[in-house]
């Protein structure tokens, strides 16, 4: 598709799981970021890949949060030992290099850890 | 600490009328600042980015002020529509190393039109 898509949209998970959270960026985009929102909230910056490698990491909440983007496009989000408190809608960004270009921002998986 | 707030926090209005949203912004070095309309279970849409020489930007009937010096912008609406319900959120880039956007969000404002 044309656009920044995110699996799954919705995820339920019991306390304590592992989860993966896949992004599929727009084609090109050498700049991929993930944000954390939760209700009522704006999203807040997770990481920021340029390429393959995590520019920016400073946003993951702890070492349970890890991100990889092996081959420069797909990138997934991990979490190990949900908690609670990770339940949230996380989203994910594309946009070209460059300050000024647009981020477009897929549509979020929503995560439920109960 | 850089932080983005926007007033108010929810505003209801009648279609057809006009509103303005507020945002203040504390965040340096400075880049950019874009607006976003966020539908519900949706991810965030750009609107417009103004950069700091930049003091106005319409799209549509979306307009965006930004007063650099008093960290303020705002994002007006004219005739609004039952599809402009939505949140809308104010996001400012700060300028980091390495060339790419930093993007800080407000808590945006969730706006509901009625007919």
């Known amino acids: 598709g044309a656009g920044v898509s995110q699996t799954p949209s919705n995820k339920v998970t019991e306390k304590g799981k592992y989860v993966e959270l896949r992004c599929d960026p727009i084609s090109g985009h050498t700049a991929l970021y993930w944000y954390r929102q939760s209700l009522g909230q704006g999203p807040e910056f997770l990481i920021y890949f340029q390429g393959t490698g995590a520019a920016d990491d400073s946003g993951l909440p702890n070492d349970r949060f890890f991100a990889v983007r092996p081959e420069g496009s797909v990138s997934t989000l991990k979490i190990q030992r949900t908690e609670r408190g990770d339940s949230a809608v996380y989203l994910c960004?594309?946009?070209?290099?460059?300050?000024?270009?647009?981020?477009?921002f897929g549509q979020g998986t929503r995560l439920t850890v109960v | 600490k850089n932080q983005v707030e926007q007033s108010p926090q929810s505003l209801i209005i009648l279609e057809g009328k006009n509103c303005t949203l507020q945002c203040n912004y504390t965040v340096s070095p400075f880049s950019n600042l874009r607006w976003y309309k966020q539908d519900t279970g949706r991810g965030p849409v750009s609107l417009t980015i103004m950069t700091f020489s930049e003091n106005t930007k319409s799209n549509g009937r979306y307009t965006a002020t930004l007063d650099a010096d008093t960290k303020q912008s705002s994002l007006h609406i004219t005739a609004s529509q039952l599809s402009d319900s939505a949140s809308y959120i104010c996001v400012v880039s700060a300028g980091v190393p390495g060339g790419y956007n930093k993007l800080i969000f407000g808590a945006g404002t969730r706006l509901a039109v009625h007919p």
């Open positions: 960004a594309s946009s070209p290099q460059g300050r000024e270009t647009e981020a477009f």
